[in-house]
């Protein structure tokens, strides 16, 4: 398994920008499928952006244009890149990773996840953003 550690979140007024990592450790050698995936209280959970193992990446509509997903194999970390943000992205965001074997593709900010397969996600980092 692959433990997926975020951090990068904060309070920021609408418009602003925020910059998320995630770091990877354990069983990194595995090619993943991974994503970014938030929260609010009282709201459904959201994809919102995503990145598989061959580099190609998927966006919530939500967040199209303002938010870009990418990794640095290197460094075991994954990102996003949060620009011009509002007071509707305000959540908890969450680094999940997936092995790419139980991943079907990409699809609006989201791995698709085979039946019978886990949730691996990380603690969260609050974004909050004012308005």
């Known amino acids: 398994r692959v433990l997926v550690v975020e951090s990068g979140g904060g309070s920021v007024q609408a418009g602003g920008s925020l910059k998320l990592s995630c770091v990877a450790s354990?069983?990194?050698?595995?090619?993943?499928?991974m994503g970014w995936i938030r929260q609010a209280p009282g709201q459904e959970r959201e994809g919102v952006a995503a990145?598989?193992?061959?580099?190609?990446?998927s966006y919530a509509d939500s967040v199209k244009g303002r938010f870009t997903i990418s990794k640095d194999n290197a460094k075991n970390t994954l990102y996003l890149e949060m620009n011009n943000l509002k007071p509707e992205d305000t959540a908890m965001y969450y680094c999940?990773?997936?092995?790419?074997?139980?991943?079907?593709?990409?699809?609006?900010?989201?791995?698709?996840?085979?039946?019978?397969?886990?949730?691996?996600w990380g603690q969260g980092t609050q974004v909050t953003v004012s308005s």
């Open positions: 354990g069983d990194t050698d595995t090619e993943l499928c």
């Open positions: 999940a990773a997936n092995p790419r074997s139980g991943v079907v593709g990409i699809f609006g900010g989201t791995c698709l996840r085979k039946p019978g397969t886990t949730d691996n």
């Open positions: 990145i598989d193992s061959d580099g190609s990446t």
